[in-house]
């Protein structure tokens, strides 16, 4: 199976300039558990996750005056829509993370994440079970 077959196409794009409540805000609005964050002034994508707003009000940071760009990451790994479900697990796995950008032609196309992929195993892997 392949990414583009258990990628959410419901893609949140926000702002550096975003809270990151307003950010938690959009992001529980869609139910999707990552943002990306697009920077106009150095036309870079990033992720924001619900991890990394949970990290940051654990330390005791304001989620009203904490804005999405201090608390993105921008050295992303991009997965393709034609890399196998194994190859997105492997990256995550690797990178320590739970959420791929799925980049198109240079612009996201989606968002791959753990959820999503065992949602897609899950059925085969049960059939595939002997009784």
């Given at each position: 199976?392949?990414?583009?077959?258990?990628?959410?196409?419901?893609?949140?794009?926000?702002?550096?300039?975003?809270?990151?409540?307003?950010?938690?805000?959009?992001?529980?609005?869609r139910?999707v558990?990552?943002?990306?964050?697009?920077?106009?002034?150095?036309?870079?994508?990033?992720?924001?996750?619900?991890?990394?707003?949970?990290?940051?009000?654990?330390?005791?940071l304001?989620?009203?005056?904490?804005?999405?760009?201090?608390?993105?990451?921008?050295?992303?790994?991009?997965?393709?829509?034609?890399?196998?479900?194994e190859?997105?697990?492997?990256?995550?796995?690797?990178?320590?993370?739970?959420?791929?950008?799925?980049?198109?032609?240079?612009i996201?196309?989606?968002?791959?994440?753990?959820?999503?992929?065992?949602?897609?195993?899950?059925?085969?892997?049960a059939?595939?079970?002997?009784?």
């Open positions: 199976m392949l990414v583009r077959d258990a990628m959410s196409t419901v893609v949140l794009t926000i702002g550096p300039t975003h809270t990151l409540r307003q950010a938690a805000q959009l992001m529980s609005a139910r558990g990552a943002a990306v964050v697009l920077d106009p002034d150095t036309c870079g994508l990033g992720i924001l996750t619900e991890r990394d707003i949970l990290d940051a009000i654990g330390a005791g304001n989620p009203d005056t904490e804005t999405a760009q201090r608390h993105t990451t921008t050295d992303v790994v991009f997965a393709g829509p034609r890399w196998t479900l190859e997105a697990a492997a990256a995550m796995v690797h990178g320590g993370f739970r959420h791929l950008i799925v980049q198109e032609g240079g996201p196309a989606g968002v791959v994440s753990v959820r999503d992929i065992v949602r897609c195993w899950a059925p085969v892997r059939s595939a079970v002997p009784a």
